[in-house]
């Protein structure tokens, strides 16, 4: 992370979330998006992205990394038995087809170049197996060569990329169903989380599993008395007489006694009030609020720029 907010080997980075997950056998993993401030252009894409295997006379030390940690399989008609074919077919869709040149794709990814070996692409030993640019995993040089070790990039450009944006990333660990029979021959299902060995270790030690920069404060967004209440049979009617306030809430009668707060909008004022016990407090050191649109001066607090991009 260091290297990819202080170095911006891919620019200035906007904004970035990234979570830590385990694998079974315990291996440890992170998925990471960047947003960047200034967008990276199709014809762009090459300069960050590769996903031919470089030439080993040029540069034989990157072409021994990608050629084991970037290469996908071999399955699909070179390995039928790989764990990774589905009815016949493998579930990573490789091998990909060549590309003379990169195309951004329909489906939110790149279909980026992928030379056949008539047009200059690599071909390579592995397993026995001749395996060219269709079976190669997307990386970025600078990345592959600093850490030699398996990472894939990917260039999202279209909204349908968003389910592996919210759900994907923050899917959590893996997850196992199983039954239990009791005495009474009874199955009942439960449903449990695998936690690893060096998982346990991780959490143990307070290791950081995910980070979203900037912060998200979630506002509600509700009808008069038509906000969310959560009771249980003991609190139900206090709750009812009582309901405690929303964001919202507090954000009106706020209004009613700070004349501050009534030149700000609505999604504003995180970025100059905190949020404690069911009230809007006034920040005595200001931090900023990635909904706060960019380059605006407000009273005491000078001019700031923010992210204004809805991805974040």
Known sequence: MRLLKKGCIFGNERCHMYTVEWQKRGLPHVHIILWLKDKIRPESIDKVICAELPDSKLDPSLYEIIRTTMI????????????????????????????????????????????SPDDGGIVTQIKGNNVDNRWVVPYNPVLSRTFNAHINVEFCNSVKSVKYTCKYVNKGTDQATFGVKDQDEVTRYESGRYISSSEAVWRILYFPINERFPPVMHLSVHLENGQRVYFTEDNVIHKIINPQKTTLMAFFELCQVDNFVKTLLYCEVPAYYIWKN????????RKGCFWLSGNQERPGFGKSIYCTSWQC
Request: aromatic share 12%; proline share 6%.
């Open 278 to 285: 069911s009230k809007f407090y006034r920040r005595k050191k």
């Open 72 to 115: 996908h399989g071999p399955c699909g008609h070179i390995n039928k038995n790989s764990p990774r074919m589905l009815n016949g077919n493998c579930t990573k869709k490789y091998p990909r087809c060549f590309q003379k040149e990169t195309q951004t794709g329909e489906d939110g990814y790149s279909q980026y170049r992928r030379r």
